[in-house]
């Protein structure tokens, strides 16, 4: 039944994207869990990021439609997409002005994906 489903999915000729809804609780919980960055969002929308490895500031910056996060030390790399902001800011602004989660560097980066000059 699964490698069905997985051929039938691998073989479409018009890929969709699939949109479930998750409850926030279930989403926050997993954005909690410790990876590899601490991003925290303030409710007056500034990023601030620190790579655990390292213990540093991670460099903030934004480039076609992506927040970059690149740490200087380790030279890891990792990217949200900007419009997740807008709901980060959302639940900085529930939790008090500050809301923390964590998020993995990239062991490869997709392909034509080049982060900001820094
Ligand atoms: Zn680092």
């Known amino acids: 039944m699964i490698s069905w489903l ?63 996060y690149m740490c200087g030390s380790c030279k890891r790399s990792s990217f949200n997409p900007e419009e997740n902001l807008t709901r980060d800011i959302k639940l900085a602004n529930q939790f008090g002005g500050k809301f923390e989660y964590e998020i993995f560097y990239f062991k490869e980066l997709p392909p034509g994906l080049v982060p900001p000059n820094i």
């Open 6 to 68: 997985k051929n039938k999915l691998l073989n479409r000729k018009d890929p969709r994207v699939i949109t479930k809804s998750v409850p926030l609780e279930a989403l926050i919980e997993k954005m909690k869990e410790q990876k590899d960055i601490i991003v925290t969002i303030c409710s007056d929308g500034v990023v601030a990021a620190e790579c655990k490895d390292c213990k540093c500031s991670i460099n903030v910056s934004s480039k076609d439609g992506l927040i970059w």
